[in-house]
């Protein structure tokens, strides 16, 4: 009889092998629900077995001593950066290093992503202490919420003035860059007011690649740990399929390259630019992204402590190595 597990994940396009049932697992009834928004605390959250989850949420579960959830290392999200800091199309911005000084405005101050952009900064030297930030809505359709996460500080870090969308401020010249995860509606738009303050995005992300040896890791696979107490076997079974999925999806967009015009030709540019494991999961092959994605917590105040890859990911590689995985 396999085991059922109730998995909450957003709308990846590389899952839906996996949603359809073409990626399956005879020992694993995976029901898999798309959500908008992540789930907030997985141990507390009786409609789901395993989710995808905020790294830095994850990191700050495992500094708190909450073991409720067990974080596999297996990334659902990676991204770079540069490509997510946006400016009005008048603006004077070319690059990361001039944002020192200025207003810039963030979806979340704990968020991973942003993270990972205030990292990208730093690289540039431009540190939290080198800017003024406000923490609020992308736009009007955005709920209005606490996003600076008892993290604000009068005159460095606060919220939105009237906690108006940012994009109207920025539009304004009230703020002179946001960084945002995912573009705004209209931005893709010809006459959309906005562009990225780095134009040549992919090269500069090329680079950083070339320096770092990775794609940063926003979101991971947790499981909770009543679930992996019962069946172990289940997490190395789950990122198995999420990893499956993902080689089958990348295999079908090589094929049916038709989606778009030029899909085909940002398919030959990635397999050229980055190497064919660059999403390879496990703690060993993710260790460095590991190590310095803790790094940066704890050096942006987030964390007041530094956290080691191991305390991060206490199971390592034998969590999900699917030669050990046992029913």
């Known amino acids: 009889m396999p085991v059922t597990l109730r998995l909450a994940v957003r709308d990846w396009d590389y899952l839906t092998p996996l949603a359809l049932g073409d990626v399956r697992s005879p020992r694993l009834d995976l029901a898999v629900e798309r959500v908008g928004t992540l789930v907030s605390h997985l141990g507390r959250e009786p409609a789901f077995d395993a989710a995808e989850m905020s790294f830095s949420r994850y990191a700050q579960m495992r500094f708190e001593g909450d ?4 974080g596999l290392p297996n990334f ?4 770079f950066r540069h490509r997510c800091v946006i400016t009005s199309e008048h603006s004077p911005l070319r690059s990361l290093a001039e944002l020192g000084g ?12 942003n993270t990972w952009t ?15 930030w406000f923490a609020g809505r992308l736009t009007q359709a955005h709920p209005i919420t606490d996003r600076l996460d008892g993290f604000g500080r009068p005159g460095r870090i606060e919220a939105a003035p009237g906690e108006r969308p940012m994009m109207e401020l920025l539009a304004e010249g009230e703020l002179d860059a946001v960084f945002t995860p995912f573009m705004p509606d209209g931005f893709f738009g ?21 320096d770092v040896g ?27 399929l999420v990893d499956e999925s993902q080689r089958v999806w990348l295999a079908k967009r090589r094929k049916y390259a038709d989606t778009t015009p030029w899909i ?6 990635s397999s050229r630019d980055l190497p064919a494991d660059w999403n390879r999961s496990g703690l060993a092959a993710n260790e460095p992204m590991i190590a310095d994605f803790a790094a940066e917590l704890h050096a942006q105040g987030i964390l007041p402590r530094l956290l080691s890859p191991a305390e991060l990911f206490p199971g390592g590689d034998e969590l999900i190595a699917p030669q050990r995985a046992a029913a």
């Open 67 to 70: 073991a409720s959830v067990v």
């Open 76 to 79: 659902v999200m990676r991204g």
């Open 102 to 113: 200025k207003r810039i405005g963030v979806t979340g101050w704990r968020d991973s992503g």
């Open 118 to 132: 205030r990292a990208a900064l730093r690289r540039e030297g431009v540190g939290v202490e080198d800017a003024r």
């Open 190 to 210: 010809p006459h959309s007011g906005f562009r990225q303050v780095v134009a040549d995005y992919r090269s500069a992300e090329r680079d950083y690649f070339h």
């Open 214 to 240: 990775y794609v940063p890791g926003m979101h991971l696979l947790g499981v909770k740990a009543e679930v992996l107490a019962e069946h172990p076997w289940v997490a190395a079974e789950l990122s198995e």
């Open 264 to 269: 085909i030709e940002e398919l030959s540019r």
